[in-house]
Structure formats: C-alpha cells, structure tokens
C-alpha cells in the first residue's frame, strides 16, 4: 500500500483550476520530487495534502484512510508534517523551546499544572531532533540568532518532533549558500532513513540527486513522472519546464 494517494484531486478558485485530476502516490521510505514552473500547482497540492486547502473534489488517502478535507491540526496527528517557503519558527524562543514544543504537543498536550522540565521523555526526544539537524549546540540560542540556513533546518527539527511518518518540505534550500544547500541535502538523506519525504524545490541540482522519483507538474495536472535520468530525457518536461 502506498503511504499516501490522491485519486482525481482537484481544486478550483472561481473559474480557475489551480489542481485538475491529480492521481498520485508515493510509497514508504521513497524520496519523491515535485517540480514544475511557477503556477503549476505545486504549493496548491501541498496546501490540500496539509489541509491548508480543501479540494473541490477528489480523494486523499493516507495509509488507507480517507484525509481528505480534514483540518491541519488533525491532517498533523495522523502523522503528516510540513515545513514552508517562509521560515516558520519562534524567533524569541530559543532552539531548544521549539523544538520541545512541538514535541510537547504530540505527546502530552498541555497542562497548567506541569512544567515541560517534569516529561523526560519529551527533553530526551526534543535533544535527540536537535542532534539530528545538527543544532544541538545551539539549543540555548534564539531562533532569531540562527543564521538563514540553521534557521531552515530547525524548521525541519520542528516537523521531525511531532514524529511524522511523511515530511513535506517546501523549498528547504530556498536563500541557501551553496554549503548550506550542501548542508540539507545531507540532513534531508540522513533523515530519509526512516521517512517518506516529499519535496517542492527549484534548484534542478538538489532534485537531481536526492529524489528517488519526480513528478512533474504543468498547469494543475501530472505532466510526466519518473527516474531523474527519465525525467531529464523527457521531451514533454524538455519543452515545458527545464528548457533545454
């Protein structure tokens, strides 16, 4: 079973379709590349897998269960997390507050009579996400000290600390220096072990050598899906997208 199908997932604005008819799926532990020119629906389809959108018609289905239209909140308990374009992290809380909040808020939920300090087990998890994007001796810094590129990688140490079973991650090298993109690649293989990752990005390079598979899309339908080595030698994404 795949980890996670659309069949016919479809979203209209007015008498704009942003997603015509979208059938995809992805299976477990893959890599999997989501690429096309801008306005081709890439954001659009993140948006209703993370139930930011709803779709007009369609179905979503996760492990088997129909998610389709369900609120982010409840789209992140089944075990879907996202990060986006725009950094989305407290500035004024330290590395290590949030990351333990995010954790917090799978395991525990909250509770004005405890203090976080009282659930080791949410320190433990908390320490070990920041060890895994390399931020652990940062823990203690503001977030809005970190630099540019560990800033985008304890974006992903946020979503990996709700334990999700598949990470969306929406142009994770966006503004990067070339070392830092080099960087993420690395943290995004390492954590890919045990993770299904889909990924919007436009730098072809990054693509090329993380993505198992890649699904290309074109005016809110699949234009081609395949291999990297397909998806480079084929005509249709030739013409539409890479140009060459």
């Known amino acids: 079973m795949p980890v996670l199908r659309t069949e016919d997932l479809s979203i209209r604005f007015?008498?704009?379709?942003?997603?015509?008819?979208?059938?995809?799926?992805?299976?477990?532990?893959?890599?999997?590349?989501?690429?096309?020119?801008?306005?081709a629906g890439k954001s659009t389809f993140f948006n209703c897998l993370t139930g930011v959108l709803r779709p007009t018609s369609g179905r979503i289905l996760f492990n088997g269960e129909d998610i389709t239209g369900l609120s982010s909140d409840r789209i992140s308990q089944k075990g879907i997390a996202r990060s986006y374009q725009i950094t989305n992290i407290l500035p004024?809380?330290?590395?290590?507050?949030?990351?333990?909040?995010?954790?917090?808020?799978?395991?525990?939920?909250?509770s004005m009579l405890t203090h976080y300090s009282a659930y080791r087990d949410i320190i433990a998890k908390a320490d070990?996400?920041?060890?895994?994007v390399s931020l652990r001796?940062?823990?203690d810094e503001l977030a809005a000290n970190l630099s540019h590129g560990e800033q985008r990688n304890l974006e992903i140490g946020i979503a990996l600390a709700t334990e999700p079973q598949l990470l969306c991650l929406d142009e994770p090298t966006a503004g990067m220096s070339s070392a830092e993109t080099h960087d993420t690649m690395q943290l995004v293989r390492r954590i890919a072990r045990n993770l299904?990752?889909?990924?919007?990005?436009?730098?072809?390079q990054v693509v090329m050598e993380l993505a198992h598979r890649i699904t290309v899309l074109h005016y809110g339908e699949v234009l081609a899906e395949g291999t990297p080595a397909e998806i480079q030698q084929n005509p249709k994404v030739l013409?539409?997208?890479?140009?060459?």
Do not use: C
């Open 14 to 39: 007015g008498g704009l379709a942003a997603l015509s008819g979208v059938n995809f799926e992805v299976r477990r532990d893959e890599i999997r590349a989501i690429i096309g020119p801008n306005g």
């Open 128 to 132: 070990a996400v920041l060890g895994l």
């Open 137 to 139: 001796d940062k823990a």
């Open 239 to 244: 013409e539409v997208y890479l140009k060459t």
């Open 196 to 204: 299904t990752i889909l990924i919007v990005e436009h730098d072809m």
């Open 92 to 110: 004024n809380a330290t590395t290590l507050e949030n990351v333990r909040i995010a954790a917090q808020s799978r395991r525990h939920g909250w």
